[in-house]
Nanobody
Framework: QVQLVESGGGLVQAGGSLRLSCAAS????????MGWFRQAPGKEREFVSI???????DYADSVKGRFTVSRDNAKNTVYLQMSSLKPEDTAVYYC????????????????WGLGTQVTVSS
């Protein structure tokens, strides 16, 4: 069982930055690809980014060039650096761990955190 705990959310003005962290309880953290998803009120959970075990990454078009995902396997932690934030980035952000499957498919992830709220004011 892998427990994931997100932190770093908050209220920020448009154009600002935030860094989210996701700490994993499992020593085998480096056996999992780590994804970030977000869910705004009334909307479905959507893919944001993923970082695979070897460090390659993928991003949703809506965040490409503004968000950067990274991982520190020694600390069992994955990060999401968010810059040039927009009001439409407002959502609860979740990290998730995946051994295999479609990187953009939420149901293919094995473990989820409880999420952290990000609110971007205009």
């Amino acid at each position: 069982q892998v427990q994931l705990v997100e932190s770093g959310g908050g209220l920020v003005q448009a154009g600002g930055s935030l860094r989210l962290s996701c700490a994993a309880s499992e020593r085998t953290f480096n056996n999992y690809a780590m994804g970030w998803f977000r869910q705004a009120p009334g909307k479905e959970r959507e893919f944001v980014s993923i970082i695979w075990i070897r460090g390659n990454t993928d991003y949703a078009d809506s965040v490409k060039g503004r968000f950067t995902v990274s991982r520190d396997n020694a600390k069992n932690t994955v990060y999401l650096q968010m810059s040039s934030l927009k009001p439409e980035d407002t959502a609860v952000y979740y990290c998730a761990a995946q051994r295999r499957g479609g990187p953009r498919i939420a149901s293919d992830y094995d473990y989820w955190g409880l999420g952290t709220q990000v609110t971007v004011s205009s």
